[in-house]
């Protein structure tokens, strides 16, 4: 039985409950490469590198074999679950099943979880036949005293474009920024006013769509450390999303507890950043 539930105790007669202010969907989900339906512990995903081709000089020449780079990253699983009991007393209290909503409660925060294990394969470690590999310092924008402005945006673009790695390559580009990273946006007067119409923030402080080469996505789940945020930007195939299981939820009886019901929800999930060119740090000043 949830420990707070008796915060929910009626005076008067109720029909529902209100959830507080939260994250419900994954907002990163989308914008990853995915690999569903792994079996076993972690998944190989298999790069191939760059090839160079050399001029032919010599008349019947020998036909030349030029090894194929090739590279491993793995995803790992890790299991994630959430669990509550109601007991039948307290839907009489209540005079409401709380049953459904706290399906949805859990389900909100397994897909908080999803965002969680993205952000972190895209500045951490990740892991290949060779050992761990870590985002180079090539890779990472300063904070520089700095919030997000203009001009780490487009050292960000540019870093992709020398990478081979934006549009220009068939690559989406993702760019995750908190609510203090579009305040100092909107404070930049490097930004015309129609770079902030195109952007939608004049109308409500977000962006919609494209804007600058990339799309935008709203989180305020990016690591902070001290007064420095560390956003992200990366394509889309430059991080994988492994899934064993996708979140599923079980709500039953328990004969060990009276009989009152049980509330469960899981899943099985991992994430892994698969190159370094398309993912940048970009650290941010967030006092």
């Known amino acids: 039985m949830s420990q707070f539930i008796t915060e929910a105790f009626v005076q008067q007669f109720a029909d529902n409950f209100r959830h507080v202010a939260q994250q419900t969907m994954s907002r990163l989900e989308p914008t990853v490469a995915q690999e569903p339906n792994i079996v076993g512990m972690s998944k190989s995903i298999n790069r191939l590198g760059q090839r160079t081709a050399t001029r032919r000089t010599q008349r019947h020449g020998d036909t030349p074999i030029n090894d194929q780079p090739h590279s491993t990253r793995y995803v790992d699983l890790y299991d994630w679950e959430d669990g509550d009991m109601v007991d039948?007393?307290?839907?009489?209290?209540?005079?409401?099943?709380?049953?459904?909503?706290?399906?949805?409660?859990?389900?909100?925060?397994?897909?908080?979880?999803?965002?969680?294990?993205?952000?972190?394969?895209?500045?951490?470690?990740?892991?290949?036949?060779?050992?761990?590999?870590?985002?180079?310092?090539?890779?990472?924008?300063?904070?520089?005293?700095?919030?997000?402005?203009?001009?780490?945006?487009?050292?960000?673009?540019?870093?992709?474009?020398?990478?081979?790695?934006?549009?220009?390559?068939?690559?989406?580009?993702?760019?995750?920024?908190?609510?203090?990273?579009?305040?100092?946006?909107?404070?930049?007067?490097?930004?015309?006013?129609?770079?902030?119409l195109s952007g939608q923030f004049l109308r409500d402080g977000s962006v919609r769509g494209k804007w600058m080469g990339f799309n935008w996505i709203p989180t305020e789940r990016c690591p902070k450390s001290g007064a420095t945020r560390f956003l992200y930007a990366y394509a889309k195939s430059g991080v994988t999303l492994g899934k064993g299981a996708d979140i599923m939820t079980k709500v039953g009886e328990d004969a060990s507890k009276g009989f009152n019901v049980r509330i469960y929800a899981k899943m099985s999930i991992g994430s892994v950043r698969v190159e370094e060119e398309k993912v940048v740090e970009i650290a941010c000043n967030e006092p």
């Open 88 to 196: 039948d007393q307290d839907k009489i209290r209540m005079l409401v099943d709380p049953t459904s909503d706290y399906v949805k409660a859990m389900v909100s925060s397994l897909n908080r979880a999803k965002d969680d294990v993205i952000i972190a394969s895209l500045g951490g470690n990740s892991r290949s036949t060779t050992g761990n590999i870590i985002l180079p310092t090539a890779q990472k924008i300063a904070v520089g005293g700095t919030g997000l402005t203009k001009a780490k945006i487009i050292q960000a673009k540019t870093l992709f474009r020398t990478n081979e790695a934006d549009e220009e390559a068939g690559e989406e580009l993702y760019m995750l920024y908190s609510a203090s990273a579009a305040a100092a946006i909107l404070a930049d007067t490097t930004l015309t006013s129609s770079d902030y």
